[in-house]
């Protein structure tokens, strides 16, 4: 009798083992997809600032471009693009596509970097290297995250980054 039980128990619990594992290859586990983004804002830097890495009295500008170059261990470029910021200056910057090949060497904290390409202002259009806009501003993880229910973003910052007026008359000393 405690054999026949025991055997039932067995075929039921080998029976919804294999219905669980049907079930979950017909509808398949639901990956959420993990993206990479950059956020900043690029700014017209004041005269009375001009050669300093001050940002007081400093502008947002819009339609700027900036660019996301990363390059792998190899400091080959395995990733490139530019974007526009918005009304405030801003840019978020999302890096679809892009691909670690090394998770350490390739990580965007080490092999992407932010750089200044133009201004859409006449007036504000020379480019500086604050916080590194012309060499390439390296990133920030602030620990930042964009969650949805199939979609998550790491965001990590650049800058912030500035143009300056072409006609800044220099300071004079006192």
């Not at 001009?50 to 900036?66: D, E, L, M």
């Not at 596509?97 to 007036?123: I, T, W, Y």
């Amino acid at each position: 009798m405690a054999s026949s039980q025991l055997k039932f128990l067995t075929s039921l619990l080998l029976l919804s083992w294999a219905y669980a594992s049907t079930s979950a290859n017909q509808q398949g586990p639901v990956e959420k997809q993990v993206e990479v983004g950059i956020e900043g804002v690029v700014y017209c830097q004041s005269c009375e600032r001009y050669g300093t890495w001050s940002f007081s009295g400093a502008k947002p500008i819009s339609n700027a471009t900036i660019s996301v170059i990363c390059k792998n261990y190899k400091d080959r470029v395995s990733f490139y693009k530019a974007f526009q910021t918005g009304p405030n200056g801003y840019f978020y910057a999302e890096l679809k596509g892009f691909k670690m090949v090394h998770s350490l060497l390739d990580h965007p904290l080490q092999s992407c970097r932010v750089r200044l390409v133009s201004s859409a202002q006449e007036n504000c259009n020379v480019l500086t290297n604050v916080n590194y806009g012309l060499d390439g501003a390296p990133l920030r993880y602030e620990n930042k995250r964009l969650v949805g229910s199939q979609y998550e973003a790491v965001v990590y910052a650049a800058g912030p980054l500035a143009f300056h007026p072409a006609h800044c008359v220099p300071k004079t000393p006192s």
